[in-house]
């Protein structure tokens, strides 16, 4: 099993910058693939970016690609979103995930292991 702990949401203007957390434990040696998801009121959640562990390939969408970058520090088993130049559509509640197969980093379905949500709002 894998747990994991999403951290550092909260309140910032547009064109700001946050930097969220997932601190990933128990057997993440298994892992292939860590994101970032979200889920704005009414709309269904969303894929955000992600990165491969063993090659550290990195993935966006194109809302949010020149704007938030992935990374990981493997000597604390944690990824990170960096979001620069936040704007009111990318408020959400902003969930980690990790998978344990090589499969597509979109699809929510493919992702075994999720952390709980921290909420990011971007004020106008």
């Known amino acids: 099993q894998v747990q994991l702990v999403a951290s550092g949401g909260g309140l910032v203007q547009a064109g700001g910058s946050l930097r969220l957390s997932c601190a990933a434990s128990?057997?993440?040696?298994?892992?292939?693939?860590m994101a970032w998801f979200r889920q704005a009121p009414g709309k269904e959640r969303e894929f955000v970016a992600a990165?491969?562990?063993?090659?550290?390939?990195?993935y966006y969408a194109d809302s949010v690609k020149g704007r938030f970058t992935i990374s990981r520090d493997n000597a604390k088993n944690t990824v990170y979103l960096q979001m620069n130049s936040l704007q009111p559509s990318d408020t959400a509640v902003y969930y980690c995930?990790?998978?344990?197969?090589?499969?597509?980093?979109?699809?929510?379905?493919?992702?075994?292991?999720w952390g709980q949500g921290t909420q990011v709002t971007v004020s106008s």
């Open positions: 995930a990790a998978a344990d197969l090589y499969l597509n980093y979109e699809q929510l379905k493919n992702y075994k292991y």
């Open positions: 128990g057997r993440t040696f298994s892992l292939y693939t």
């Open positions: 990165i491969r562990l063993r090659s550290d390939s990195t």
